[in-house]
């Protein structure tokens, strides 16, 4: 296993990219988390500016209802005595942090609801172009790229979308305190805003390094990755001749490049922390000496100003780590983005569909031309070929020569340059295609039979898997037992019976069989094949095969590279 180079990033998913898909997805919803997050921030300002008139009943119980907020509570706060000016007061700040408590859990839900919406939507969508994408560009992607794309890299984009939305509150909140402050004293609102100003400066060089340490372990995580799934896919090899440890070894260097990137980064937060922490405590020295020394404000107005003050370093370092997190995210979101892009969809390649063939006609090429990506030759230049109802036609040609992209065409899987190609009715419904390394997932015998026909019944399962020859597997199984994640569980022979009862039960018009029964012994492949014959001729069935005794049974030969079509007596089957 040797490290992978790292996945290729968009270079305009940057964070205005990615507030626009934000913004684009959210619409509606996002007005109505804003109005939240500021009517959140406005209950925050208003149960501080309650704390003055408290924080002066408290201090200074003899003085008059004077002072900027006093003033205008004294219509309501002169008609009682100072006890009972006491307690109305805090009965209005307790019902206000209750409703304050109201809306910021409301606010908290509809901003992680929309977080969750927005991530899974991106997931979705990606889902979605790998599986309208053209076959050659999927192809043309790992597996590891995609899974990792799919999973860690969206978790990564969750966790953008999570810290954008909480510095966004935090903003809110800064400008709500700032308004705060500068509403109890002019020197309050120019200290709170230099504050923000002067916290937002300080945060650049970590910001910078963030983006850094985001994109090396992005590629750190690819790496391992790419690596985790070479070892899986090698590991019987691995283990048979020893090898284990070189692909330990090399996840161990990958795996340990990502931890330090990883403590590098939550270095830098911890930082982060620290100069803000710094710079709120001198602010706060600053403010306390002017405030006393120079401005000689009231000590309820200046314990409430340094109140709002050290309420602000909450929000400000929220802000900060925000931002931070988003931009050590944004690698993640752009590798998303790039794979997008190199998906192309398939739909605006695709020509016109196809007219049906006509009656008794399969397959039909019209002066087809296709080169496969990077070929020197096209494998098929302006040829044409009919390929008859009810035929079972073999392929032949040596190993490379195309047989396998011939029937990837005729299957659809892959677009003619030029000229035309029918098949069937032309839409691919009835279409069965047995590879030659069997698909099967982790579950059960029926789960796997009904995924090519979900309406199959019981009864079908079971003829379908004596057609092909499963009757030892479904007695030790039954249709209920496992095979396994990829059918660990079940011989490289019982999978492609599998995968041949499954392929029956759809009923297929044209059956693809690409080294379908390559891992099945001569005589049991003979019977299998013998039943299949029986299929038409409402089947036609085109098989790729090295065996001559497979082809002996067919009655076309297609060879290769000519593209010649040409009828034969088949060997009698015994079915």
């Known amino acids: 296993m040797s490290a992978a180079p ?18 684009a997805f959210a619409r509606w919803r996002a007005a109505a988390a804003a109005a939240l997050v500021a009517l959140g921030a406005v209950f925050e300002g208003i149960g501080l500016l309650l704390l003055v008139p408290l924080l002066g009943l408290v201090l200074t119980p003899g003085r008059d209802l004077d002072g900027p907020v006093m003033s205008r509570l004294a219509p309501v706060l002169g008609r009682f005595d100072q006890t009972q000016r006491l307690l109305l007061l805090l009965a209005a700040f307790a019902a206000l942090m209750a409703v304050r408590g109201l809306v910021l859990s409301w606010r908290d839900r509809r901003l992680n609801a929309l977080q969750m919406a927005f991530v899974e939507s991106i997931r979705l969508r990606l889902v979605r172009r790998i599986a309208d994408a053209r076959w ?17 890299e969206i978790h990564q984009i969750g966790i953008a979308a999570h810290s954008a939305l909480l510095a966004v509150t935090a903003l809110a909140m800064l400008v709500g305190l700032g308004v705060l402050a500068l509403g109890l004293t002019p020197l309050g609102g120019a200290v709170a805003f230099g504050f923000a100003g002067l916290a937002a400066l ?26 985790a799934s070479a070892f899986l896919g090698g590991l019987k090899l691995a283990r048979a001749e020893r090898l284990q440890e070189t692909f330990v070894a090399e996840y161990r260097r990958a795996s340990g490049a990502a931890i330090r990137d990883r403590l590098d980064f939550a270095g830098q937060q911890t930082a982060l922390r620290g100069v803000a922490a710094g710079l709120a405590a001198a602010i706060g020295a600053a403010v306390l000496v002017a405030g006393v020394a120079w401005l000689r404000l009231p000590a309820p107005v200046l314990l409430a100003l340094l109140l709002v003050l050290a309420r602000m370093s909450g929000p400000a370092q929220l802000a900060q780590q925000g931002v931070q997190q988003v931009l050590h995210s944004l690698p993640a979101y752009a590798v998303v983005r790039a794979l997008e892009r190199s998906l192309s969809d398939a739909a605006v390649d695709d020509p016109a569909p196809a007219p049906p063939c006509a009656v008794g006609e399969a397959v039909v090429l019209r002066r087809v031309t296709y080169r496969p990506p990077g070929a020197a030759m096209p494998l098929l230049e302006g040829q044409s070929l009919v390929i008859p109802a009810g035929a079972f036609v073999g392929l032949v040609g040596r190993s490379g020569v195309g047989k396998t992209t011939f029937l990837d065409l005729v299957a659809g899987l892959l677009v003619p340059e030029a000229g035309r190609l029918a098949v069937g009715d032309g839409r691919g ?28 019944t019981e009864t079908e399962m079971v003829e379908a898997l004596a057609l092909a020859q499963a009757g030892d597997l479904l007695a030790r199984l039954g249709l209920d037992g496992a095979v396994g994640d990829r059918g660990a569980r079940v011989s490289a022979g019982e999978r492609q019976r599998l995968a041949l009862a499954r392929a029956v039960l759809r009923r297929p018009g044209l059956l693809i069989l690409d080294e379908a029964t ?37 009655d076309h030969l297609l060879t290769f590279p000519d593209l010649r079509l040409r009828r034969r007596a088949p060997a009698v089957m015994a079915g």
């Open 429 to 456: 419904e009835r279409l069965a295609y047995v590879a030659q390394e069997a698909f099967l997932f982790d579950g059960s015998v029926r789960r796997n039979l009904a995924w090519g026909c979900p309406d199959a």
């Open 136 to 152: 050659r560009d999927v192809v043309g992607v790992s597996q590891a790229r995609m899974t990792q794309a799919l999973s860690v």
């Open 202 to 227: 300080a945060s650049r060089p970590f910001l910078t390094r963030a983006r850094a340490l985001g994109r090396s372990i992005t590629d750190a995580h690819f790496g391992m990755a790419e690596g």
């Open 6 to 23: 790292g996945p290729r990033e968009d270079p305009d998913a940057g964070l205005v990219a990615f507030v626009r898909a934000f913004l």
């Open 518 to 554: 390559n891992a099945l012994d001569v005589a049991t492949e003979r019977a299998i094949l013998a039943r299949l014959d029986q299929l038409r001729p409402a089947t036609t069935i085109l098989m790729v095969s090295h065996r001559a005794e497979s082809l002996a049974l067919c």
